[in-house]
C-alpha cells in the first residue's frame, strides 16, 4: 500500500536562511510525487511534480524537491526562504489508482524575520 | 478564467440536520474529487467522479454521506444526519481527467462545515 509521511509537523526558519521540508514514501511500484501548498484561508496550489523524469525537480516560487528512490525521500527545498512562504505544506504520493493521492499530514512552515 | 468554486464557504449546522454542499469545477474537466481535511491532519480521500459516475466511492466514511454530479459539471455533497465529527473542511477539486496522475488536481476554496 502506498503511504507518506511528513517528517516534522512544525519547521521554524529564519527569513533568508534556506528551507528543508522532509517526505519519506512507501509505494510498491514507481509513484508519482507531488508537494502542495496551502496558505492561510487559500486554496491548495501545486508547488512541484515528479512523474519519473529528471529526479531533481524545479517548482514555483524558487523550490525544488529531489525523488531518491534508495532513500524513499522526496525532500523540498529552498535556498532562501521568504516571509510570504509561510504556509503548510503537503508532500503527495500517487494510489494505486492512477487519479487517487494519498496525503502526508502537512508541514507547517514559519518564517521569523 | 475562472477556478474551482465551492458554496457555501461556512455552514454552522445543529447535530442530526442534513447539509448540502457545491462545487463548481473549472469548465472542461472532466475528472472531480471530494476530500476532507480535518484540523491538523492531511487530505482524506471521499469519492472520485469521471463525468457524471463515481468510480470510486471508497472513501465516504458512512451511508450518511452521498455526492451526485449532473451534467459533467457541478458536484453535491450531502451529509445526513449530521454528526459531531463530521465537522471539518470539505475540499474540491477538478482536473483535465482522472485516468492519469499526471494531471494537475485544481482545488476550491473548501467549506468549513462546523456541527453543533
Known amino acids: 500500500a502506498q503511504s507518506v509521511t511528513q517528517l516534522d509537523s512544525h519547521v521554524s526558519v529564519s527569513e533568508g536562511t534556506p528551507v528543508l521540508l522532509r517526505c519519506n514514501y512507501s509505494s510498491s511500484y514507481s509513484p508519482s510525487l507531488f508537494w502542495y501548498v496551502q496558505h492561510p484561508n487559500k486554496g491548495l496550489q501545486l508547488l512541484l511534480k515528479?512523474?519519473?523524469?529528471a529526479t531533481l525537480v524545479k517548482g514555483i516560487n524558487g523550490f525544488e524537491a529531489e525523488f531518491k528512490k534508495s532513500e524513499t525521500s522526496f525532500h523540498l527545498t529552498k535556498p532562501s526562504a521568504h516571509m510570504s512562504d509561510a504556509a503548510e505544506y503537503f508532500c503527495v504520493v500517487s494510489g494505486y489508482s492512477n487519479y487517487q493521492l494519498i496525503w502526508g499530514a502537512g508541514t507547517k512552515l514559519i518564517i521569523k524575520p | 478564467g475562472a477556478g474551482v468554486s465551492q458554496s457555501p464557504s461556512n455552514k454552522v449546522t445543529e447535530k442530526g440536520k442534513d447539509v448540502e454542499l457545491r462545487c463548481d469545477p473549472i469548465?472542461?474537466?472532466?475528472?472531480l474529487y471530494w476530500y476532507r481535511q480535518s484540523l491538523g491532519q492531511g487530505l482524506e480521500f471521499l469519492i472520485y467522479f469521471q463525468g457524471n459516475s463515481a468510480p470510486d466511492k471508497s472513501g465516504l466514511p458512512s451511508d450518511r454521506f452521498s455526492a451526485e454530479r449532473t451534467g459533467g459539471s457541478v458536484s453535491t455533497l450531502t451529509i445526513q444526519r449530521t454528526q459531531q465529527e463530521d465537522s471539518a473542511v470539505y475540499l474540491c477539486?477538478?482536473?483535465?481527467?482522472?485516468?492519469?496522475?499526471?494531471?494537475?488536481?485544481?482545488f476550491g476554496p473548501g467549506t468549513r462545515l462546523t456541527v453543533l
Open positions: 477539486a477538478s482536473s483535465l481527467g482522472g485516468d492519469n496522475s499526471y494531471n494537475e488536481q485544481f
Open positions: 469548465s472542461g474537466h472532466t475528472a
Open positions: 515528479y512523474t519519473s523524469a
